[in-house]
């Protein structure tokens, strides 16, 4: 086995918690489901996320000064389907979801009241995601569920080409 097939077949394994990433520059929203993103720091308080470059979330986020990233409850698998299985470029997926206006516009999800919006200090080419480096100017902690993972998220067909 290759040193790629085995890495693969080792963080295939891990079962990360699942995120949904908002966003909105010039009038324009969006949000996709991430499973790249972690801390990357306590003091001062940073965060990333990695962001496809294929999809429609990507463009809206290079364009964004400040991006929400929202906890997936265990329970809330549609909201997970709708955000990691259509595209933003066929299908206005805020029609289909409860979410108001945060900073700056960015959209909240109601079904994730475990979330915090970032501003973006950073943001570097990472292969096919950009990582982009979050700097928490809100955050709001809602409830203590159980996360919606990378094992439960496997079986959603992407809304954009992988």
């Known amino acids: 086995m290759t040193a790629g ?3 693969d077949a080792l963080v295939g394994d891990l ?3 699942m995120i949904i990433v908002t966003a909105c520059a010039g009038g324009e929203r969006s949000g996709c489901l991430i499973g790249f993103a972690t801390q990357t720091s306590i003091d001062p ?5 990695c962001l496809s470059q294929k999809n429609r979330t990507y463009r809206v986020a290079v364009r964004a000064e400040l991006l929400a990233v929202h ?3 265990a329970e809330a698998g549609e909201l997970a389907e709708l955000f990691g299985g259509e ?3 066929e299908v206005d997926k805020f029609a289909r ?3 108001r206006p945060g900073p700056g516009g960015t959209p909240l999800l109601d079904r994730c009241p475990n979330r915090f919006v970032g501003r973006v200090l950073a943001r570097l080419d990472a292969g096919d995601h950009d990582v982009f480096l979050l700097e928490p100017v809100m955050a709001e902690k809602g409830t203590s569920s159980d996360e919606f993972t990378f094992h439960r998220a496997k079986r959603i067909e992407p809304g ?3």
Request: charge should be negative; charged fraction near 15%; glycine fraction near 4%.
């Open 15 to 17: 079962d990360y918690p």
């Open 5 to 7: 097939a085995t890495f």
């Open 71 to 73: 906890f997936v409850p």
């Open 45 to 49: 308080s940073r965060f990333l996320v």
């Open 97 to 99: 979801c409860a979410w």
């Open 160 to 162: 954009h080409e992988a």
């Open 87 to 89: 595209t933003g470029d």
